[in-house]
Antibody
Framework: QVHLVQSGAEVKKPGASVKVSCKAS????????IHWVRQAPGQGLEWMGR????????NYAEKFQGRVTMTRDPSISTAYMELSRLGSDDTAVYYC??????????????WGRGTPVTVSS | EIVMTQSPATLSVSPGERATLSCRAS??????LAWYQQKPGQAPRLLIY???TRATGIPARFSGSGSGTEFTLTISSLQSEDFAVYYC??????????FGQGTKLEIK
């Protein structure tokens, strides 16, 4: 079975950084882009960026440029999303999601269960 | 950035009836439109991609239509497990990929 398994909940203080992991299983990790999407409490879905596990190339939403870093370790089929300079409005559930792949790039066919991140002093 | 607008915000429908959800894009996204279902406490699930193709394992009562700027998700005969929030998302112009604000489908 194919899965994306995310790391556990985090509580951070304002100004800190958080790093969330996403481990893939059941498929070849390097074939499909991994995206990161977040959802603030009671709100909708917001795309943050994507990483190509084959080579590590990234694309970020302008909103998060300079504050987000997406990396990967193909040897353990894991992608990471680090968000710095956290503020209270970064409190959200952070999801990783697999890209469907060509010719439907940008459709997300497999999701992790989400990692809640709480930013509070 | 393409803005996706869903209507209505909340839709109340009885089990067994048909539900029709709408999604409008601020500019043409051709057929690069997906629909997701999200239940409380769960991750979204891909229902429809390419505006009208059902994802693997999605029942035939779910159908998508439209192209350009106007799209529709239809659930032909609502089952109890279909009451959830539904999001549309465009993948034509990016970054960023953008989602609608969601339609909550509730039991009437």
């Amino acid at each position: 079975q194919v899965h994306l398994v995310q790391s556990g909940a985090e509580v951070k203080k304002p100004g800190a950084s958080v790093k969330v992991s996403c481990k893939a299983s059941g498929y070849t990790f390097t074939v499909y882009f991994i995206h990161w999407v977040r959802q603030a409490p009671g709100q909708g879905l917001e795309w943050m960026g994507r990483i190509n596990p084959n080579g590590g190339g990234t694309n970020y939403a302008e909103k998060f440029q300079g504050r987000v870093t997406m990396t990967r370790d193909p040897s353990i089929s894991t992608a990471y999303m680090e968000l710095s300079r956290l503020g209270s409005d970064d409190t959200a559930v952070y999801y990783c999601a697999r890209d469907y792949g060509y010719p439907h790039l940008g459709d997300f066919d497999l999701w992790g269960r989400g990692t809640p991140v709480t930013v509070s002093s | 950035e393409i803005v996706m607008t869903q209507s209505p915000a909340t839709l109340s429908v009885s089990p067994g009836e048909r539900a029709t959800l709408s999604c409008r894009a601020s500019q043409s996204v051709y057929s690069n439109l997906a629909w997701y279902q999200q239940k409380p406490g769960q991750a979204p699930r891909l229902l429809i991609y390419g505006a009208s193709t059902r994802a693997t394992g999605i029942p035939a009562r779910f159908s998508g239509s439209g192209s350009g700027t106007e799209f529709t998700l239809t659930i032909s005969s609502l089952q109890s497990e279909d009451f959830a929030v539904y999001y549309c998302q465009q993948s034509n112009n990016w970054p960023p990929y953008t989602f609608g604000q969601g339609t909550k489908l509730e039991i009437k």
